[in-house]
């Protein structure tokens, strides 16, 4: 039991929006108020996530934007993000991606700030983005609501100092806290092979301090801490929860997603490595004798008490999403929850297969098939897509499963 050493943690903040609408420039532009890089001597960022300093608050920027690392990391099981900035341009409003990122957010039950980018721009019209998200159940604090939303513009500069200190307001509220003296876990967020260094992981310890030397294990690899550098590319011996950092001295590549832990001895990160990869075959073998997100999973799964049935939902129109989804609420839901985590117009893509994955939901399409990869994503995650061309059909399965269930 650590309970007594409990201290306060940066907060890890993901980007996410629509294209175009900013992230990467609000990631630069943040990163550029790191005063503490300028005098070092440089802000050229070597790592997939820095650090920047807000009234003696450190802030963690996860700095791949967009929701398809996020989620792909979290349909490995890692979470890794505590709050999540969606950027929407005040020149372009609320778009797909934007709508996608805000369900991705709620689906990890991280909480969500907007920023309102691009507000330099002449045709800006800040306020329509909020009544756009107000009636998507994003409503702005000004208006009574919950959600803060901070008018910034990464081309000026404007705004960014209110959008870091709403990001550390919340944190505080969070109450972010992590066991500096355990031994050290976290998640690999990136990782590759460098021709000259060999194996290069990103490591966000979210737990213990990592330090140089400590034997280490991360998926099916496993290493020594070898060498150990911030996102400023300066050396470190040792490094915190909350940090991010590269690391060098695994034995193959790790898989972003991964999750890390320190542990006695080499030997012994070896041992588990192979356990895992070991663990992992099996795995690939059962799944291909049984899917792993399937209607009846779901329902076992909700026998045991896990009560909630996550559903995505496509159609090819409008109007027969909103059928379905009409359908679906007025199913009884006295003993499961039916929960529909997205619906949509269009083909059924990859990204609403991620979601499915890291969400264990299941899909159903009415009158759209699987596009793009999503099939093959569907397959290789073991996402059960079921499809229709008659409305009632949806409900009835649904309804006979949940009935089949009670009985
Ligand atoms: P991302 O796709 O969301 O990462 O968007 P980018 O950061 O690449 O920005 C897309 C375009 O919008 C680029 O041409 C940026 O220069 C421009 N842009 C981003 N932020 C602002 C801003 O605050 N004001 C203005 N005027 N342009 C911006
Ligand atoms: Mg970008």
Redo the contacts with the bound molecule.
């Keep these: 039991d650590d309970s007594e050493q409990l201290e306060p943690r940066p907060p890890v903040v993901t980007v996410m ?10 990631l630069d532009a943040i990163r550029k108020t790191d005063v503490a890089a300028r005098e070092a001597g440089g802000i050229t960022q070597h790592i997939g996530a820095y650090q920047v300093t807000v009234d003696g608050h450190r802030v963690t920027f996860i700095d791949t ?1 967009g929701h398809e690392a996020f989620t792909a990391l979290r349909a490995r099981g890692a979470q890794v993000t505590d709050i999540a900035v969606i ?1 929407v341009a005040a020149d372009d409003g609320v778009m797909p991606q934007t709508l996608e990122a805000i369900d991705h957010a709620r689906a990890a039950g991280v909480p969500i700030i907007v920023a309102v ?2 507000i ?2 002449e045709n800006a019209d800040p306020q329509r983005v909020r009544a756009e998200l107000a009636a998507k159940n994003l409503t702005p604090v000004e208006w009574g609501g919950d959600t803060e939303f901070v008018d ?5 500069g404007q705004g960014l100092d209110q959008l870091l200190e709403t990001i550390v307001t919340l944190a505080e509220l969070s109450e972010l806290r992590a066991n500096p003296n355990a031994p050290a876990s976290g998640t690999v967020i990136e990782s590759r092979l460098d021709t000259g260094r060999g194996p290069v992981a990103t490591l966000l310890v979210q737990r213990g301090t990592l330090r140089l030397g400590d034997p280490i294990v991360a998926g099916t690899q496993a290493g020594r801490v070898r060498a150990m550098t911030d996102y400023r590319g300066e050396r470190l011996k040792e490094a915190g929860p909350g940090t991010p950092v590269e690391v060098l001295g695994f034995d193959g590549v790790p898989e972003a997603g991964d999750r890390f832990r320190v542990v006695e001895s080499e030997r012994e990160a070896r041992r588990l490595a192979q356990e895992r990869a070991q663990r992992l075959k099996q795995e690939a073998l059962a799944r291909q004798m049984r899917r792993r997100v399937s209607l009846e999973d779901v329902l076992a799964r909700a026998e045991r008490g896990e009560r909630q049935l996550n559903l995505i939902v496509k159609a090819d129109v409008t109007g027969s999403l909103e059928a379905i989804v009409d359908e679906i609420a007025k199913l009884p839901q006295d003993e499961v929850t039916v929960n529909v985590i997205r619906e949509g117009v269009g083909g059924i893509t990859e990204s609403d297969v991620m979601l499915a994955a890291a969400s264990d939901a299941v899909i159903i399409g009415f009158n759209v098939r699987p596009v793009g990869g999503a099939a093959a994503a569907a397959q290789r995650e073991g996402v059960e897509i079921r499809t229709y061309s008659v409305i009632y059909q949806v409900a009835e399965d649904l309804k006979a499963a949940m009935e089949g269930l009670l009985e």
């Design positions: 929006g629509h294209v175009d609408h900013g992230k990467t420039s609000l934007p950027v980018n691009k330099d721009r910034v513009s990464a081309k000026t």
